[in-house]
């Protein structure tokens, strides 16, 4: 078989590509799981279309290794008839036979997931199973074009022992419950999902049903142990959906389902069925910041979706974002504004040892991208948008920037693009400032105070960044005034006078600006 010519289009340095070849449009997984063993035992069908003429395509997708961890492929089908294939370098290339343009394989697999379905025990000692596939993880347990990019339908057919239950993207169709050991569980997805957040989920769960919201389902999946508590917690999910529903738009998908799991991350916002931390839950709410940042990914990550990782932010920093629009919602403008406060300090950590812009494509491993920068920062520059913008303004760009790429895919530039079409001018200067340049204003500043005047000198110690700073004039009178400064250039001087004389001075008391303060 020749395999000779280029298939794909690297995406990353560590080799997961983006196929040239062909767009998935569904991928169907009936899967065996059992008690015995960690081995899985798949079907898949996989619906593409052609992209091009050639008639032989690849899928992401690992093979065996020497630790007896991968997948081994079984046959490949199409038509019933037996495809040439190879599965080498985790990368599985099928021949196809036909000219048609939309084409249907399927494929035959077993093997003991190294990584992306994470099967072992929760920390009371009971056996789960758990998909966690961000950020390309995906290809470790199904065959796949592992980008977020390449979004696709996902239907799941679990068979699992009876006494678990399972949860999936999509909406429950049916449960068989002929066999004699085993239960199927039939999900399907109305919606195009990618791969970073397909899952399944499986223990023995004690579920609940909280209130539903503009006729979303929301429930609680948690294990056994401590189930109060983890309800407990879980319960806010209903009014985070409400608010996030009636800020941004309609929710995306057919249900919300609120999942404890023994998974990587604290939180994994996969479309409708987030999975969080078995040891987040814990009774005391102390999570619901968590909460709100899984939901809010429900609309910005998983259905208007990054086009490439550089583009991160616009799934990180709006969830990072949006979960503290929803802390001033509920707990107020102080709470608001210390947080963004410590967010600020964290960006001016981060950036000490690691500079780089908010879009960054010098990355090594994705996992470098989950830092300061797409997360605090992105918050930031949106927060920073927001004040510039207007309440109103903002709000409406959210939602036509959400209502453009709904099921979809975005970048950076897209973003701009409708804050340009809302407001009717340039943000040019605003998004090549903070979001396609590095750094944030290193302030240097020096207040001279002479009875009712003050004069400041103001430098810029590393570049010129162009910002509004506002100075709280704290008078000996016991009033304050609040004076802004234009600051475009290194070295400014500005002068105010003042209805008494000046106390002491406070940079930023509104908390509006990225920036850092140097002694």
């Known amino acids: 078989m020749k395999l000779l010519y280029i298939l794909f289009l690297c995406a990353f340095p560590f080799g997961i590509a983006i196929s040239q070849n062909i767009d998935v449009k569904k991928y169907t997984i009936y899967i065996e799981l059992n008690d015995e063993t960690d081995e899985i035992w798949v079907k898949e069908i996989i619906n593409f279309d052609r992209l091009n003429e050639e008639k032989e395509f690849a899928l992401d997708f690992v093979n065996l290794k020497s630790n007896g961890k991968g997948m081994v492929v079984d046959t490949v089908h199409q038509n019933n008839e ?21 084409q249907n394989v399927t494929i035959y697999y077993h093997g003991i997931p190294n990584d992306g379905l994470i099967i072992g025990e929760n920390k009371f000692g009971d056996r789960t199973f758990f998909g966690d596939n961000w950020p390309n993880r ?61 899952v399944i989920g499986v223990a023995d769960f004690k579920t609940k049903e909280f209130e539903s919201v503009y006729n979303t389902p929301v429930s609680g999946w948690v294990y056994k142990n401590q189930a109060s508590k983890a309800l407990y917690d879980l319960e806010l999910a209903s009014q985070v959906l409400n608010f996030f529903i009636d800020y941004i738009g309609p929710y995306p998908y057919e249900k919300l ?24 839950l814990n009774g005391t709410r102390s999570s619901e910041s968590l909460i709100a940042h899984e939901i809010a990914h429900q609309w910005f990550g998983n259905s ?10 616009l799934s990180e920093g709006f969830a990072t974002y949006f979960a503290n629009l929803y802390l001033k919602q509920i707990k107020g403008e102080k709470i608001f504004l210390n947080q963004m406060e410590s ?31 797409s997360y605090q920062k992105g918050s930031w520059v949106l927060h920073m948008l927001r004040l510039q913008l207007s309440d109103s303004l903002f709000r409406e760009s959210i939602r036509k920037y959400y209502d453009d ?49 003050i004069v400041f000198e103001v430098r810029q110690t590393n570049q010129a960044f162009e910002f509004p700073l506002t100075i709280r004039l704290n008078l000996t009178n016991g009033t304050y ?12 001087n500005f002068t105010f006078q003042t209805k008494s004389k000046v106390k002491n001075y406070l940079l930023d008391p509104k908390v509006e600006l990225l920036f850092e303060q140097v002694k």
């Open 304 to 313: 208007a979706s990054e086009e490439d990782w550089e583009h991160i932010w």
């Open 138 to 198: 995906a290809h470790h347990w199904f065959a796949c074009v592992d980008h977020p990019s390449d979004k696709a339908l996902i239907e799941y057919h679990v068979t699992v022992p009876k006494k678990y239950k399972v949860i999936a993207n999509g909406s429950l169709k049916s449960i068989d419950t002929t066999m004699q050991n085993y239960n199927m569980f039939h999900y399907n997805s109305s919606h195009e999902l990618p791969t970073k957040v397909m």
């Open 481 to 492: 005034e609040d004076v802004q400064l234009l600051i475009s250039d290194l070295k400014q």
């Open 405 to 453: 790429f709904k099921y979809g895919n975005a970048n950076s530039k897209d973003f701009q693009s409708v804050i340009e079409t809302v407001t009717g001018k340039e943000w040019d200067d605003f998004f090549n400032q903070w979001v396609f340049s590095e750094g944030h204003p290193q302030i240097k500043i020096e207040g001279k105070i002479s009875n009712s005047k």
């Open 257 to 280: 389902a609120n999942v404890q799991s023994t998974t990587r991350y604290g939180g994994m916002e996969n479309a409708g069925c987030i999975f969080y931390d078995e040891d987040a």
């Open 82 to 102: 037996y495809n040439e294939f190879e599965h080498i370098n985790d990368s599985l290339f099928i021949q196809t036979y036909n000219n048609d343009i939309n």
């Open 343 to 373: 967010d600020r300090q964290r960006v001016v950590s981060f950036y000490k040892n690691f500079k780089s812009p908010l879009v960054d494509s010098n990355y090594v491993d994705l996992e470098d991208l989950l830092n300061p920068n």
